[in-house]
């Protein structure tokens, strides 16, 4: 055990980035389970207010976030300094991106409908910073080897060929599969190659005119989110809290 972490973590310098994103995780968690007990009347929990106002925790998150990151930049991947910093930085993103909701509709809608795009947002980041310290880097450069990478023309066909089937991904309205594909270039494929979500771009530009493939999409996306949507609130809901009926 002691080999494979220095080998895979120390070494490379990824152990700040393991601290990031454990502090992160860890931080979102604890906001969470903070929160519901203020929601729910419970423990010596309570908002923060200043002279009336509400103070968000996304306040004290982009201050920990600026400070933690110009600190990582200036201490660079090894030693005390960025492994604090990447505590910071980890702990400011979590309050953060906790509430992207806030920051996206700019209104308190943490405990409706439109908050779930924050435990989206937090479970999508966690999860590619975890392919990133898995191994994977952007666009599949991490798959080519030495001879490959000094060939640059190769590098730049390969980051040039990923980066067009995210994009075509994302005109599909394949957002999901099109960030994924920055990291795995094959799930970016999948994405490119199926048909497109209604009301997409791909599928406003080029199934006007073709009412079967408008059709077929319509239909594929029904059964997709019927066979789906109802587990996904179910972890929603179990992650970041049941929003208020309306």
Not at 32 to 46: D, E, N, S, W, Y
Not at 56 to 67: A, D, F, S
């Amino acid at each position: 055990m002691g080999d494979w972490w220095q080998r895979n973590i120390v070494e490379p310098g990824k152990l700040p980035l393991l601290l990031a994103l454990s502090a992160f995780v860890l931080t979102f968690v604890v906001t969470r389970v903070i929160t519901r007990l203020i929601r729910a009347g419970k423990g010596p929990f309570g908002n923060v207010k200043a002279g009336g106002v509400h103070i968000h925790h996304v306040v004290p998150g982009v201050v920990l976030t600026v400070i933690g990151g110009f600190c990582a930049v200036a201490g660079g991947r090894y030693g005390f300094g960025s492994a604090l910093a990447a505590v910071v930085f980890g702990i400011g993103a979590g309050l953060v991106l906790d509430e992207f909701a806030l920051i996206l509709h700019l209104d308190d809608v943490y405990w409706t409908e439109a908050g779930r795009k924050s435990v989206e947002v937090v479970v999508l980041t966690a999860a590619l910073v975890g392919l990133v310290l898995a191994g994977f880097t952007p666009f599949g450069v991490d798959g080519m080897s030495q001879e490959e990478l000094q060939d640059r023309a190769n590098v730049i066909a390969t980051v040039a060929g990923n980066f067009f089937f995210s994009l075509l991904a994302l005109a599909k309205g394949k957002a999901r599969l099109a960030i994924f594909g920055v990291i795995v270039p094959v799930i970016a494929l999948i994405g490119a190659v199926r048909l497109a979500r209604p009301g997409s771009p791909w599928a406003r530009r080029f199934y006007a005119r073709r009412p079967r493939a408008r059709a077929r999409s319509r239909l594929r996306a029904y059964h997709h989110d019927r066979r789906w949507s109802g587990p996904r609130r179910v972890v929603q809901d179990w992650i970041g809290g049941r929003p208020d009926p309306r």
